[in-house]
């Protein structure tokens, strides 16, 4: 398994000052923020790394929007006591922001783009780098199984496919499927020769990839971003 999270790359990055254009509530809890694009280029999976003019706290987001959009947006999710993503929710239009990247590795092959079979894994906001992809390249033969905890969490489910999205809500039957990813994983067996991308947090990813490689799928078919 290819963990690309562990990896800035030898990108020489610099930070540059963009502004804020929006913040867009999603729930009471997660938030997309959109921000201006400048000269920023980046493949779909990458993620920035941002933060307010002269803190020193940063931190990684996966870019949300897709490299042919006006804007740069990322995804983000409160976390209780955390420092950087309760603050960023609070930032006004036309507000500056610093911003680091792109940088990673966690990418589609582009050889195999429209012949492959993509499976993509999520937790939570880990559904932000598919969002990307997804938006960046229309004839992606791809399913999404989005792991949250309560449907409602269900990020922008309306701007996927209906017959490619399966959100595994584990808390309340408001999803598509009452239980977690690795339920689903295991009632469903991927076919050996699909694509598999796994995004979100360490434990979900470790156990996928687990019940894949049990399943036939090559561990070299299998690509990983850990947030935490
Ligand atoms: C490559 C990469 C891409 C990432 N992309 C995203 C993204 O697209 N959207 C996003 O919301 N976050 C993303 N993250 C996580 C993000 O970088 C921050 O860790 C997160 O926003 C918490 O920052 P904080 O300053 O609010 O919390 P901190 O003050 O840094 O404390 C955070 C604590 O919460 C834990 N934590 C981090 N994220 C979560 C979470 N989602 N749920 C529960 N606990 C968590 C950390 O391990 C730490 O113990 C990504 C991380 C990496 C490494």
């Not at 804020?20 to 990458?46: C, N």
Request: charged share 25%.
């Amino acid at each position: 398994m290819e963990k690309a999270s562990t990896k800035r790359g030898n990108s020489l990055s610099e930070v540059r000052v963009h502004e804020v254009i929006e913040v867009r509530h999603l729930t009471d809890t997660a938030y997309v923020l959109r921000m201006t694009k400048g000269s920023m280029d980046f493949i779909p999976g990458q993620y920035i790394s941002i933060g307010k003019v002269a803190s020193i706290d940063k931190r990684d987001y996966s870019i949300y929007s897709s490299p042919n959009d006006e804007y740069l947006e990322v995804l983000i999710k409160e976390v209780a006591d955390g420092m950087v993503s309760k603050s960023l929710r609070n930032m006004k239009p036309g507000e500056p922001i610093e911003v680091e990247g792109p940088f990673g590795f966690f990418q589609l092959k582009p050889d195999t783009l429209n012949e492959r079979k993509h499976l993509f894994i999520a937790s939570g906001t880990g559904i932000s780098p598919f969002h990307s992809m997804v938006t960046s390249f229309p004839e992606l033969n791809y399913h999404l199984i989005h792991g949250v905890r309560y449907g409602a969490d269900a990020y922008e489910k309306s701007m996927y496919q209906s017959n490619r999205i399966t959100v595994c809500s584990s808390r309340d039957g408001k999803g598509d499927y009452y239980g977690r990813v690795t339920d689903w994983l295991k009632e469903n067996p991927i076919d050996q020769s699909t694509y598999c991308y796994l995004c979100g947090n360490s434990d979900m990813i470790n156990d996928a990839f687990d019940i894949l490689e049990a399943q036939g799928v090559p561990s070299e078919h299998i690509h990983a971003e850990v947030y935490f």
